[in-house]
């Protein structure tokens, strides 16, 4: 079934430049503001925490993906078909751990550090720590608590850019109707 | 064909969005001489007809209207009470609106609350697991859809039994949601939706849906 949309039609290309301007400005103004590099990391996890909860409906309206029963299932949906929805790019899952329940994303290019380089003074500073909350926003309203960190981050000298996720436990208050 | 009403219902059961589309008013306003042959009592803050039927007015059909003055639950606009100012002749002849009572906004979020429950209790029954919910609620004036999403909000359509396409417009009212509700930053979660552009869009959805009656791929 092909999703038809009038919005399609009426060109939504923005450009990705501006995108990387907005958020490189969002970034350097929170460092301005808060002028340690530990709470502007929390500040974009909470941002991006605010970001996930409602993007993950989005998601849902339009992928019609059905509920994901094991973190197998949501790695391979997180990357095949959220980050490729929503920033064109497809990372790969690797290094699952034993037990199943964390996995790597690795990225090969992030493009919301394109241009970007990180200055020494702010060496613990996690550009992309957007990403992580959206992360966490958008899983904790399907009912699963995750735990994502950046593991490796090209910006501060790694070869790639590899996401954490570890998964906590199923939020079980407020399950829909249905799941159990 | 029609679709008659909309509503929302959040994760903890809260109505937080409701629009009649189309709501098919009985009314029927009638000239009355002393005595009134309609019985008359008090049910839930509104004066009905408890006995008595004739010319279109019937049983549990309320008070609407006196002398073409709406009246304020059992009481008429000027603060009287209604079965009082009746039971005096001087006051006739006097001209009575009847109809079926309109739902307050009270007793919508008493019904989605319940409809919220009741939702809960039906994937409970379910003798499989994983059960969808109550995806439909049929009767002889009206056909009730569902669509509860991954998240927990529900989207209920009443809507004509004849009417169809109503899936595709649950599935495109989700798509309105996650559009003009959440992508206002103003909009806090789980509660009422008041975005302007949330309705427009949703009006225009249901006037679609009912013309077309089905969601085919565009032109």
């Known amino acids: 079934m092909s999703r038809q949309s009038n919005r399609t039609t ?27 590099d ?3 990391n929390k500040q974009l996890d909470k941002m991006g925490y605010n970001i996930g909860v409602r993007l993950i409906e989005d998601f849902l309206a339009r992928s019609s993906v059905g509920r994901c029963h094991d973190f197998r299932e949501t790695a391979d949906v997180i990357a095949k078909v959220a980050f490729k929805m929503y920033l064109g790019i497809t990372p790969s899952v690797t290094n699952w751990s034993p037990a199943g329940d964390e996995f790597s994303l690795i990225l090969e290019s992030n493009p919301l550090v394109d241009f970007v380089e990180l200055p020494d003074n702010h060496s613990n500073l996690v550009y992309s720590n957007l990403l992580c909350g959206v992360l966490r926003g958008a899983l904790e309203m399907v009912q699963m608590a995750v735990d994502v960190r950046f593991a ?9 850019t590899e996401i954490r996720m570890k998964f906590i436990k199923r939020i079980e208050e407020n399950l829909p109707a249905g799941d159990e | 064909m029609a679709i008659f009403s909309v509503y929302v219902v959040n994760k903890a059961g809260g109505l937080i969005y409701q629009y009649d589309n189309y709501v098919p008013r009985a009314e029927v306003e009638k000239t009355f001489s002393f005595p009134l042959d309609l019985v008359l009592k008090i049910h839930d803050e509104k004066v009905v007809v408890s006995f008595g039927q004739r010319d279109g007015i019937r049983v549990g059909h309320a008070v609407l209207s006196i ?42 979020l008493m019904l989605a609350s319940m409809f919220h429950s009741l939702f809960a209790i039906g994937s409970q029954l379910s003798p499989e697991s994983g059960s969808s919910g109550i995806e439909m609620l049929e009767t002889d004036t009206f056909k009730l859809h569902c669509f509860q999403t991954l998240t927990g909000i529900k989207f209920i359509v009443l809507a004509d039994p004849r009417q169809a396409g109503i899936d595709a417009l649950l599935r495109k009212m989700y798509e309105i949601y996650s559009d003009f509700a959440l992508k206002n930053p103003f909009y806090s979660l789980e509660m009422p939706i008041r975005c302007e552009l949330f309705d427009q869009n949703l009006k225009s959805a249901l006037e679609i849906a009912e013309k077309a009656g089905t969601f085919g791929p565009g032109p």
């Open chain 2, 67 to 108: 002398n073409g003055v709406d009246v304020n639950g059992k009481y008429t606009a000027e603060g009287k009470e209604i079965i009082e100012y009746l039971k005096e002749a001087t006051n006739y002849p006097v001209s009575i609106r009847f109809g079926r009572a309109r739902l307050t906004s009270n007793e919508k």
């Open chain 1, 38 to 40: 530990e709470e502007v």
């Open chain 1, 10 to 36: 009426e060109s939504k290309k923005m450009n990705s430049e501006l995108f990387t301007l907005t958020y490189g400005a969002l970034v350097t103004q929170l460092c301005k503001d808060y002028e340690n």
């Open chain 1, 152 to 160: 490796q981050d090209m910006l501060r000298g790694d070869n790639v």
